[in-house]
């Protein structure tokens, strides 16, 4: 007898855990979290389609969701932001126990035992009157000049020989205009690695930009055959182009020197 009292006693706890588990799950809430954007820190030698490829991602979603314009100029160690922030919301399973519920007993109220309050004192914290008290004197250091910050310094070469112009373009883009014939050889101004062959850049016709290293890089417009590709390596001198016509039908070759995108005035850089 004793035996059937303590296996029916079991059977009941059992059906009541059951039942109390059955009714907190149906009550959870949903939960949602945020996927944070994949990063890229970008490699020599990366370009923005070679990255885009290879995480199959679009080329111009990656563009806008970091500020780049044509021609999408990037350089090692930037950070690019592949994809935007995404929000998902999940909910719990609900395991499948049946339309039974049962009414939890109620708490029992807590016992209120009486807290001794002490008298709070304030304390004030004396400061003897013949202290001094004198602030630090400002270090001034001496401002960073342009050629500190483009660093390492580039060994310039001039891409061509003619008379020169210094020009500024209709966007702002400081360069030089070197005037010759058409078909001249146009060289690589330093060694480095071709980032963009192509005529697609409004007011660059036929452009070759160069990266030089992390800091500097160099531009060449008005081409009439491109001898280079993205990704190409080129030596200093190396014929990368030959020259074409600007916008008044002159063979000439539009020339710029760039720091981190910001164009600079190629003559302080060029031999004399």
């Known amino acids: 007898m004793l035996y059937f009292d303590t296996l029916l006693r079991m059977s009941l706890i059992s059906l009541l855990l059951s039942e109390v588990a059955c009714t907190l799950l149906s009550s959870t809430p949903q939960r949602s979290y945020q996927v944070a954007p994949q990063i890229h820190i970008v490699q020599r030698g990366d370009t923005l389609s070679k990255i885009s490829q290879r995480y199959q991602s679009d080329m111009y979603l990656i563009a806008r969701l970091n500020g780049l314009k044509p021609p999408y100029l990037i350089y090692p160690g930037q950070r690019l932001q592949l994809n935007q922030t995404i929000s998902i919301v999940t909910n719990i399973p609900i395991l499948p126990m049946g339309q039974r519920s049962i009414q939890l007993p109620k708490p029992s109220p807590q016992i209120q035992f009486p807290v001794a309050r002490l008298p709070v004192t304030s304390v004030k914290k004396q400061i003897p009157n013949d202290i001094n008290i004198t602030k630090p004197t400002p270090i001034k250091l001496p401002p960073i000049t342009q050629q500190q910050r483009c660093s390492p310094p580039i060994d310039w070469q001039w891409p061509a020989i003619g008379s020169t112009i210094e020009q500024t373009t209709m966007s702002g883009k400081r360069g030089l205009e070197i005037f010759g014939y058409i078909g001249q050889p146009i060289k690589a101004s330093a060694a480095g690695q ?56 002159q063979a000439s070759l539009h020339f710029e020197i760039r720091c981190y995108t910001k164009t600079l005035d190629p003559l302080p850089y060029l031999p004399k």
Do not use: C, F, P
């Open 194 to 249: 071709v980032i963009y062959s192509d005529n697609g850049v409004n007011g660059y016709r036929n452009l070759i930009i160069i990266q030089h290293n992390a800091a500097y890089l160099s531009a060449y417009a008005n081409n009439r055959i491109l001898l280079v590709k993205e990704g190409n390596y080129v030596t200093a001198g190396q014929i990368i182009a030959e020259m074409g016509t600007n916008t008044d039908r």
